[in-house]
T-cell receptor, first 112, second 111 residues
Framework: DTAVSQTPKYLVTQMGNDKSIKCEQN?????MYWYKQDSKKFLKIMFS???????INETVPNRFSPKSPDKAHLNLHINSLELGDSAVYFC???????????FGPGTRLTVT | QKEVEQNSGPLSVPEGAIASLNCTYS??????FFWYRQYSGKSPELIMS????GDKEDGRFTAQLNKASQYVSLLIRDSQPSDSATYLC???????????FGKGTRLHILP
């Protein structure tokens, strides 16, 4: 069974479009995250939710909006996509904020 | 000073030797420390976590934590070509209650 899953795995879209990435975890964890890994492979946190409550909101453009319908799911919606949004987006989950994080397989977003 | 620093490498180690990966951090209040391995095109995979000073061993991997000197290291014994990957150090930043990743060290095991 996949512990943290993301869909889609690949996303190719044009500038200006709106897209969503979905994440689900079956580990029973309370905390979920979105990370962005750019072309230089730097892994940077974007958002974190704990029991559906937003607890970390890094300096991310307002075009990015996370939503957590329940503690097993965390989605990321991106409006008006820009070329600079091209990256791999990872979802992760952990039992609590300072514990080990488990990552999903990633979504490679390419904006053309 | 950057919050979590790692030498980007590449670090080349002969097969069968010990690979030593280092990481320094700036927040003296940090309590949680992690090592992840990331193969090219894959997601980060947790190798070790360490929370107290000293060594923690798991198979061929040993994590070492020295809070006074603010560094954490990962030793890989009997290195195998399959250990070739990028190793990410992650540390909690106490004041912000979040975990920050270093930029990673690329390790290349020479057959």
């Amino acid at each position: 069974d996949t512990a943290v899953s993301q869909t889609p795995k690949y996303l190719v879209t044009q500038m200006g479009n709106d897209k969503s990435i979905k994440c689900e975890q079956n580990l029973g964890h309370d905390t979920m995250y979105w990370y962005k890994q750019d072309s230089k492979k730097f892994l940077k946190i974007m958002f974190s939710y704990n029991n559906k409550e937003l607890i970390i909101n890094e300096t991310v453009p307002n075009r990015f909006s996370p939503k957590s319908p329940d503690k097993a799911h965390l989605n990321l919606h991106i409006n008006s996509l820009e070329l600079g949004d091209s990256a791999v987006y990872f979802c992760a989950s952990s039992q609590d904020r300072l514990y080990e994080q488990y990552f999903g397989p990633g979504t490679r977003l390419t904006v053309t | 000073q950057k919050e979590v620093e790692q030498n980007s490498g590449p670090l080349s180690v002969p097969e069968g030797a010990i690979a030593s990966l280092n990481c320094t951090y700036s927040d003296r209040g940090s309590q949680s420390f992690f090592w992840y391995r990331q193969y090219s095109g894959k997601s980060p995979e947790l190798i070790m976590s360490i929370y107290s000073n000293g060594d923690k061993e798991d198979g061929r991997f040993t994590a070492q934590l020295n809070k006074a000197s603010q560094y954490v290291s990962l030793l890989i014994r009997d290195s195998q070509p399959s250990d070739s990957a990028t190793y990410l150090c992650a540390v909690n930043v106490n004041r912000d209650d979040k975990i920050i990743f270093g930029k990673g060290t690329r390790l290349h095991i020479l057959p």
